[in-house]
């Protein structure tokens, strides 16, 4: 089992900055990847962004690219996602998520990000 708790989130101004964290404890040996979800009121939940856990190779949505940036310190089991230039359509509840070979996949309470002036 693995357990993943977000922070970050907040309110924000178009073209502002947040970083979100994924702290994960429990059985992180059977992680492969991480990544992050949003969704926005009356949509279904996108996938945002993912990282391997061991070698740190990403993917993004085409949504976000050239503004979000994932990472993670593999010494804190820690996984970040640094927004910049937000948009009010960035508007979301996002969703630190967690899965192996034979594991998860696992998901965070979420932690709401809300862009506007």
């Known amino acids: 089992q693995v357990h993943l708790v977000e922070s970050g989130g907040g309110l924000v101004q178009p073209g502002g900055s947040l970083r979100l964290s994924c702290a994960a404890s429990g059985n992180i040996g059977s992680i492969y990847y991480m990544g992050w979800y949003r969704q926005a009121p009356g949509k279904e939940r996108e996938f945002v962004a993912r990282?391997?856990?061991?070698?740190?190779?990403?993917n993004y949505a085409d949504s976000v690219k050239g503004r979000f940036t994932i990472s993670r310190d593999n010494a804190k089991n820690t996984m970040y996602l640094q927004m910049n230039s937000l948009k009010p359509e960035d508007t979301a509840v996002y969703y630190c998520?967690?899965?192996?070979?034979?594991?998860?996949?696992?998901w965070g309470q979420g932690t709401q990000v809300t862009v506007s002036s």
């Open positions: 990282i391997t856990w061991s070698g740190g190779s990403t």
């Open positions: 998520n967690a899965a192996g070979a034979r594991a998860g996949p696992y």
